[in-house]
């Protein structure tokens, strides 16, 4: 397998990587911010201390939704808080992405010349 092979490979991986990991975890943070708009729309006040009655189709959905509003269980289901933890890896993971993209097309070039 020729060098410019292998960082094409590793370049793959990186992104797919990437992918497969913080997509997944990111799903959730959709929820919580839907919740949000949802209680927001319903006029129902979800905090922290506690949750209002609100009534929809005469169901009460405050307690469902008060779940998400939970300091400890939103953060250790959201995966945002993780994200926000993991910021340098992101990072490093975009930096190293962007450097083998320049690498290949550099490779890419000499390939080219030396044919």
Wanted: hydrophobic share 55%; glycine share 10%; net charge positive.
């Amino acid at each position: 397998m020729s060098l410019l092979q292998r960082v094409t490979l590793a370049r793959k991986l990186i992104f797919w990587g990437t992918i497969v990991i913080f997509v997944p975890l990111s799903l959730p943070v959709v929820g919580i911010v839907a919740v949000g708009v949802i209680s927001g729309l319903l006029d129902c006040g979800i905090t922290a201390a506690g949750p209002e009655e609100c009534y929809v189709l005469g169901l009460d959905l405050g307690n469902r939704l008060y779940f998400y509003a939970i300091p400890f269980v939103g953060s250790f289901l959201t995966p945002m808080a993780l994200f926000m933890g993991f910021w340098d890896v992101l990072l490093a993971l975009l930096l190293t992405w962007g450097g083998l993209k320049v690498y290949e097309k550099r490779l890419s070039t000499v390939n080219k010349q030396r044919q």
